[in-house]
Structures are given as structure tokens and as C-alpha cells.
């Protein structure tokens, strides 16, 4: 049987209007601003005037082991378990609803390696081809807003410098969205006079820059604009800050995003309401979605399910330690997503023979799965229920192995098949979901940071590299220590970390699979996000700006003359 690609299946389906499914959350026509028939705008302003639906709603994160190249398919499974709650809210007859709130897909990886970000299979936000190629123009804006400032600075160098900045001390860089490696290093400014001073400059991706990281942390536009003003751009000749608000730049760059900063409402392939908004990476930033989005879908529904970028270590550790504490959200459980296949590859196994039942192998890849169990619950204290989203190579035996791993530690397992059948295959895990949220020692259960803010910036590093990673030490390069210096003596140092490292391991070596110990975290630089509200430390080889494969998607992706895009998976 030919099983059809997500794109065929999403081109197949049937959208419901957008003020339908805006209905479905008790919004109006004044609560929301049509991107034609299927996308919206959501006014949050107009929704938080108006009292909360429900006063008790649940936050559950969704989040996964350590990404491998056979994918885990965490988005997925978010999209598919709410439907499967939506599905039992409507056969229980019980009037609550489930929204899911996750982020936007970059250009970067959709034309790249990944692809696209909507999900798969039955288990998708619609219209896949929008929400993958610009939807409503939001990471252009940001990227507007970031190249703005840096247009902004470097003018007012070439109009006399009347702040003194020192063109050696620019920290602000410009962004794009897109994988562009030969950008990450460049000098501007070259040419005539007239065409700007000499200087170092480089790009960043979109989903990398401060830019992004504070459209996700802001709470309202005043929030917003306040928090683009204290962007720290530079340092003068006395080696003092230069932020955006003395450049005059955070009200233009405010006015960029206006429209941005409001949440874009779609649906799932089933009609669940689907707010998808902001897109931070989250092995260069904070990986999640916005701030805003993830109050309005609580404001308006019983459950919001949201997801964290990439493996626990990351997404969902950033998820706890930057946005929670940062907004004040809390989330009342933890799903993380496993496959067997992904397991197997971290025991050691070749791509190629994933799909061969290997029971040694897996039981050497369950120390990973193991580790992120022992963060959600041990670390964060949230009641954790494992979703093992089910392929067809997977054995009786091998999902056995991992169910008797889970309840040797207390927690419970649920199978998934929401990308071949959608919410219905996501019943068991709702189903589960749902007693664990019900369950008395789960409520009682507090949730917790794992560091304090104020704690130094190299206490802090060492505190997540030991209690998430499993790390024995970290080794912090000369250059990361002078930067760790200066924020110090700026007194930026008292604020939440951001690490950038691989997603494929808890180290920030790609090959240390499964669950190493006693290895070096390698601090390599320091950067700071002042106007988000954390420290960036950027660890190993990892880059602010990736690259495009050797075979990028791109060369794979197509569109007919009427218009048809074919090749988005």
C-alpha cells in the first residue's frame, strides 16, 4: 500500500473557516483579524479583557529524548494528543476543550535538512504550505526589526558617532532566515566613503536572534518595545553599554512588529484550535513559543498542550529555567515523546538497520530516555508519562522493554499512532495524560527551577551541565571568561542562561550518544540577550547561523503552474 506524504494528506483535507474554529474557543470576529479564509490573527488584548474560560487550566509541555537522524516526531505527537483530548472531551460530553500552542517553522530548515515543522501524517496544523513558507509574514518582520537596528547603529557611526561607539566593541549582528553559511562572517562597509565604515559584521539566523528570543518573552507591545530598548548593542571607547533606546531604534522597531507580536490562529488537520506563534531554535536559543500565545490558549481552553524544542536537556530545560521563570507560566505535567528506532541509535545501531528488532541495543539506548525522565521529575518536579510513537519495525518485544524500563521507575507508558490515524491514535496517551493530571500525589507535587538567577554566570553553567547534562566538569575558554568579566562589571550577570549546544547528545560532543558521564562541557563564547533577559553561552562547535546540508530540501521542493508546491514532505 502506498501510504501518502504529509503534504498530499494535508492538501487532501478540508478546512473549516477560521472564524469556525475561532468559535470553538468563544472568540468573535472582534477577537481576531483574518489572514484570509483559514489563518487569523487573535487579538490578545480583546481576549484578556474578557474572563478566563476556565479558571483551573492545565499546561502540559511535550518534549523528547535526544533528537536522532531517524526523527522522533515530537511536534507530531503534540498536534495528535490534542486532538485525542478533544476527541474524549466530546465523547464524555463534558464541554472542555484542548488548544495546542507550538512554535512557527524557520525557512532555514525546511529548505534545508529537517523540513518542515506542522507536523505529519494525520497529525498536522493547516495549511501545512503557508505555516512552512512565510504564513503571516512574523519572521520577516523580526528579521526587519533586527536588521533595522543594525542599519540604525552602523548609520549612526558613518553620521559623526556623537555615542562614541567603538566599531571593535559591535555585539549586534544582522539576521536572516534562512541557512546561509557564507554570512556568518563578513566585513561591511566596504567601497567608497559614502558606503559606510569598515568594520567585522556576520548574521545570525532569525530564529537565533534576541529579536526572536524577546517577541516569545514579551508580554504586551509596551512589554515588547521596553525590552527592544534594552538591547545592549555596543560598547563606546570608555567601554561603557550602548543600548537600542539610545539609538532612537526600539519605537520604529516596536512599530515593525505590532502586528507580529499578535498570535496566529489555524487548526489541525481534525479542527482542534492551533495557535502557532514565535520560533526560536533550541539549540542556539530558547526554543519555545511565545509567552503571549501560550496565555491566550490557556485563557481560552481547559488544556494547552505546548512543546519545547528538540531533547529535554534543551527545550524543555530552557522551557523551565528561562521562559516559567521569566513569565510566571507553570506547566502541570511532562510528555516525553521516544521512539524505539531513536533508542536503538542511541545503543549504538546504524540508520540502516534501525527497523531490525535489537533488544540489546535498545537496552543500551534507554539510559537516555532514563536521564530526561529523571530532569522532568527529579530537577523541575513534573509528573512525567512517556509516549512512545509507534512505527511498524517496532516489536512486541522491544516495547515491552521499554514499558518495564518506565514502570521500574514509576512511570507510565502510552503507545501512539496519531500520524497514520490521528486523535484516535492518540487515545491511549490522553487517556493516560489525563490520570496522571487527576492523580493526588501528581497535584501535590511542586514545580521547580534548577538554579537560582542570581547565582554566578559559571555556578549556573556548571549547575545545568552537572544536574541536566550528567556532565563532570566545564571547562570555560579565555575568551568566555573575559566576556564573563564584563557582563560582571556591567551588572548583566545576575539573569537566567541560555546554552547553545548540539541537540544530538546531552554533551556537546554530537557522537557521545546514550547517557555519557563525567565529560567537559566546552564554554567557547559569551553573548549577551539584555533586552531578553538572559546569557547566551555558547557551547562546543555549535553555530548561531547553520548550513545547508550537501542535498538541502530545497532542491526537492516545487510549485506547478497553477500553483500546486509538491516536495514539502
Known amino acids: ?5 504529509d503534504i498530499t494528506i ?4 478540508i478546512l473549516q473557516p477560521i472564524n469556525t474554529i475561532a468559535q470553538q474557543l468563544g472568540l468573535s470576529i472582534n477577537h481576531i483579524e483574518p489572514y484570509g479564509h483559514y489563518k487569523a ?9 474578557a474572563p478566563a474560560k476556565t479558571k483551573n487550566s492545565k499546561l502540559i509541555l511535550v518534549t523528547a529524548i535526544n533528537p536522532t537522524p531517524a526523527g522522533e516526531g515530537k511536534t507530531t505527537v503534540t498536534i495528535g494528543l490534542a486532538d485525542a483530548l478533544n476527541r474524549i472531551h466530546k465523547q464524555q ?26 507536523g505529519g501524517g494525520y497529525a498536522q496544523v493547516l495549511p501545512m504550505e503557508d505555516i512552512n513558507l512565510h504564513f503571516t509574514g512574523d ?15 552602523d548609520n549612526h557611526i558613518y553620521q559623526g558617532n556623537a555615542l562614541d561607539i567603538d566599531p571593535k566593541q559591535v555585539f549586534w549582528r544582522r539576521a536572516m532566515d534562512m541557512n546561509d553559511r557564507q554570512l556568518r562572517n563578513i566585513i561591511g562597509g566596504l567601497g567608497s566613503r559614502t558606503d559606510g565604515v569598515a568594520r567585522e559584521d556576520g548574521f545570525d539566523i532569525t530564529v537565533a536572534s534576541e529579536v526572536m528570543a524577546i517577541f516569545c518573552l514579551a508580554t ?12 545592549l548593542v555596543a560598547l563606546n571607547r570608555d567601554k561603557q553599554p550602548v543600548y537600542a533606546r539610545e539609538l532612537n531604534a526600539h519605537g520604529a522597531m516596536a512599530a515593525l512588529l505590532k502586528e507580529a507580536i499578535k498570535p496566529n490562529l489555524v487548526q489541525t488537520i481534525e479542527g482542534t484550535p492551533a495557535i502557532v506563534h514565535g520560533g526560536p531554535f533550541a539549540n542556539i536559543a530558547h526554543g519555545c513559543n511565545s509567552v503571549i500565545a501560550t496565555r491566550v490558549a490557556m485563557h481560552l481552553s481547559d488544556y494547552t498542550l505546548t512543546e519545547a524544542g528538540f531533547g529535554a536537556d534543551l527545550g524543555a530545560q530552557k522551557f523551565c529555567d528561562i521562559k516559567c521563570r521569566l513569565s510566571g507560566l507553570t506547566p502541570d505535567a511532562a510528555v516525553i515523546v521516544a521512539t524505539i528506532r531513536a533508542l536503538k541509535y542511541n545503543g549504538g545501531v546504524p540508520k540502516e538497520e534501525l527497523t531490525q528488532e535489537n533488544l540489546s541495543a535498545l537496552e543500551q539506548g534507554l539510559p537516555n530516555l532514563m536521564k530526561h525522565i529523571e530532569n522532568m521529575e527529579d530537577v523541575y518536579g513534573l509528573p512525567v508519562v512517556v509516549a512512545i510513537n509507534q512505527f511498524i519495525s517496532d516489536s512486541d518485544a522491544e516495547i515491552e522493554l521499554v514499558r518495564q524500563a518506565c514502570a521500574d521507575k514509576g512511570v507510565k507508558v502510552a503507545l501512539t499512532q496519531v500520524w497514520e490515524k490521528g486523535g484516535a491514535g492518540g487515545e491511549a496517551l490522553a487517556h493516560t495524560l489525563l490520570e496522571l493530571l487527576d492523580s493526588p ?15 554566578s554566570i559559571a555556578d549556573k553553567i556548571c549547575t545545568i551541565a552537572q544536574r541536566i547534562y550528567g556532565a563532570g566538569d566545564i571547562d570555560i575558554s579565555s575568551l ?4 564573563i568579566r564584563q557582563l560582571e562589571a556591567l551588572g548583566l550577570d545576575r539573569i537566567p542562561i541560555c546554552i547553545a549546544k548540539t541537540q544530538y547528545s546531552l554533551s556537546d560532543d554530537a557522537k557521545l550518544l546514550g547517557r555519557p558521564t563525567g565529560f567537559t562541557i566546552h564554554v567557547r563564547d559569551i553573548s549577551i540577550s539584555s533586552g531578553a533577559g538572559f546569557i547566551v553561552v555558547i557551547c562546543g562547535p555549535i553555530m548561531k547561523m547553520p548550513g545547508l546540508p550537501k542535498m538541502p530540501s530545497a532542491e526537492r521542493i516545487d510549485v506547478d503552474a497553477a500553483g500546486n508546491i509538491t516536495g514539502l514532505f
Open 93 to 118: 460530553n463534558n464541554g472542555k476543550k484542548t488548544t495546542v500552542a507550538i512554535r512557527e517553522p524557520s525557512l532555514g530548515p525546511v529548505f534545508g535538512m529537517k523540513g518542515g515543522a506542522a
Open 41 to 49: 490573527k487573535i487579538d490578545p488584548n480583546a481576549v484578556f479583557a
Open 1 to 5: 500500500m502506498t501510504v501518502p506524504s
Open 441 to 455: 500525589e501528581n497535584q501535590s507535587s511542586p514545580f521547580r527551577l534548577a538554579y537560582a538567577s542570581d547565582n
Open 10 to 13: 494535508a492538501q487532501n483535507t
Open 139 to 153: 519572521l520577516h518582520a523580526i528579521s526587519a526589526a533586527n536588521n533595522l537596528l543594525a542599519a540604525l547603529l
Open 480 to 483: 568566555a571568561q573575559s566576556k
Open 220 to 231: 504586551d507591545l509596551a512589554d515588547l518595545k521596553q525590552r527592544l530598548g534594552n538591547i
